[in-house]
């Protein structure tokens, strides 16, 4: 399938409207590549060999631009610092990094915290180390800078950048604790230090438009504000310490012609109606472990705001091909008249078999061509 399908597939999903099916896009595992890679080779491309129809690449958004540096490192146990200048322990196996220190641990010290500025188009060229791309659910180095990865998949996908909303941000250098108390007990200087952080950001994003420019089709913000029973802080925290920076990041995308996702785990169903407000094109990734269903959600936010995810990854988990179908044809509802593409609920774990993952897409090609088959989805959906 050609790029200009797959972009006119997403363009008039997250407009609420039809093109000739629905769209799939995901995040991927480590160990989920390493069991696919040892099935169909060690070239394999989840992307590519399942002919997704957007992939997200993220640039370098650390504050200062550097490589890691090495603290410790004990077997499969590393200790490094990085470009937030927070120390990020990864050990072994264990899924999530730990972050065992960051650089600003009182709120005096918020206001001297610089951020690199003055060559921010520098960032897009450079290859190397950055907190976001390279400590995940394992610890890469030296990765290929933005461009070089745009370009591998410019010409065959819907490409996005990224930025950071500042939450997302903000915690990486002072800490999730002091993000929560310093918002109640220091606003002034808090909101302070966002507002720079903001203005840094914002510096990144117009300067990926220009970099992207003819190579871009979208871009996710980042932005987890909320966890499984509900915001991190108040609905009325949100709106007035960090709404305006998005709605000002959605601007300046929408001025230049790009999609925009904002990706937040948990349950933030609180400011889904700011989303719409402000102009957001779509919301990821909607996590079922969250208590979120987007067939229901879709009847309240139905023409007003977009969806991308909300398959149950416990049920990929799970091997189980009835489980899986039952699934998908359940949340493909949420497809019919646009509206909805679809992604597991934050992204497809280690545990998931790659043959479970490509069963998903097949089903999704079969029974998600537009306008959706309901008579037939619903019947088969009563067998299961």
Request: glycine letters at 8%.
């Amino acid at each position: 399938m050609s790029k200009s399908d797959k972009v006119k597939r997403m363009r008039a999903a997250l407009k609420h409207k039809e093109y000739d099916r629905i769209p799939i896009g995901d995040f991927f595992w480590t160990g989920f590549m390493n069991k696919a890679k040892a099935k169909w080779g060690d070239d394999f491309d989840p992307y590519k060999h399942f002919d997704l129809d957007y992939i997200v690449i993220n640039p370098n958004m650390d504050p200062h631009v550097k490589d890691f540096e090495i603290l410790e490192q004990k077997g499969e146990d590393i200790l490094v610092k990085t470009g937030f200048e927070a120390t990020v322990r990864r050990s072994g196996q264990a899924p999530m990094p730990h972050f065992d220190a960051f650089s600003v641990e009182q709120p005096d010290d918020m206001a001297g915290f610089a951020f690199d500025d003055d060559d921010i188009m520098s960032r897009f060229d450079r290859a190397g180390d950055d907190q976001l791309n390279c400590l995940g659910d394992t610890l890469v180095r030296n990765i290929p800078s933005w461009n070089e990865r745009v370009d591998a998949y410019k010409d065959d996908f819907c490409v996005f950048g990224s930025i950071c909303e500042m939450y997302e941000f903000v915690w990486r250098i002072v800490g999730t604790e002091n993000v929560l108390y310093w918002i109640a007990l220091e606003p002034e200087k808090f909101k302070a230090f966002v507002d720079r952080a903001a203005d840094f950001m914002q510096k990144v994003l117009e300067a990926q438009i220009e970099a992207g420019k003819g190579k871009l089709d979208g871009m996710y913000i980042w932005g987890d504000v909320a966890y499984v029973n509900g915001m991190m802080f108040s609905p009325d925290m949100w709106r007035e310490v960090f709404k305006p920076h998005v709605e000002r990041y959605i601007k300046t995308c929408h001025d230049a012609g790009l999609m925009v996702v904002y990706h937040g785990c948990g349950d933030a169903r609180a400011i889904y109606d700011d989303f719409v407000q402000i102009g957001l094109d779509a919301y990821n990734p909607l996590e079922a472990k969250a208590h979120l269903d987007v067939v229901e959600i879709q009847k309240t936010y139905k023409n007003a705001m977009g969806f991308v995810g909300n398959i149950d990854v416990r049920e990929l988990e799970s091997g189980d091909k009835d489980r899986i179908k039952k699934e998908l044809l359940y949340k493909i509802r949420a497809g019919s008249g646009g509206g909805w593409v679809c992604q597991s609920d934050h992204s497809v774990s280690s545990d998931v078999e790659p043959e479970s993952y490509e069963y998903m897409v097949e089903l999704l090609k079969e029974y998600g061509t537009q306008p959706l088959d309901m008579k037939r989805i619903d019947a088969e959906l009563a067998k299961l």
